[in-house]
């Protein structure tokens, strides 16, 4: 994944992402995200997250895919939080990230590091000629 959203960038292609706030686990791991220390090419080798969560997680992904996969699986995770302050890009010089997009709508509680928007957030995203 991180392939297709680095190629993603170097073709200068929108990309957002998208939390289904159905998914409790999922919703947990991103709230507990915290980015202390870009770097300049955002990405946050320090980033912080609950690991509990992601051991959790891949117990549930460990009934449908090989042991390898399984294996790899928090080592991906660690790769994609590092990188996320990049493809969430930078609103600022203060590096304020944009939201991420939640459906079908963000919870009504919410403290993480990540912002959540609406999904009908994506048009006023997207280049005016699509």
């Keep these: 994944m991180l392939?297709?959203?680095h190629t993603s960038?170097?073709?200068n292609k929108t990309i957002a992402l998208a939390i289904d706030t159905s998914d409790v686990m999922l919703l947990r791991l991103i709230e507990s995200v915290r980015f202390d220390h870009p770097d300049n090419l955002g990405f946050d080798h320090g980033v912080k997250y609950d690991c509990a969560v992601v051991?959790?997680?891949q117990e549930e992904y460990a009934k449908g895919q090989s042991?390898?996969?399984v294996d790899r699986y928090p080592g991906q995770v660690r790769d994609f939080m590092t990188t996320l302050p990049r493809y969430?890009?930078?609103l600022s010089e203060r590096r304020i990230m944009m939201p991420a997009l939640a459906f079908p709508s963000p919870p009504e509680a919410w403290s993480g590091d990540i912002g959540l928007a609406p999904l009908t957030e994506l048009v006023q995203?997207?280049?005016a000629h699509l």
């Design 3 to 5: 392939t297709e959203l």
């Design 55 to 57: 051991q959790l997680l």
């Design 88 to 90: 969430l890009g930078v």
């Design 9 to 11: 960038l170097q073709g």
């Design 67 to 69: 042991q390898t996969r």
């Design 125 to 127: 995203r997207l280049p």
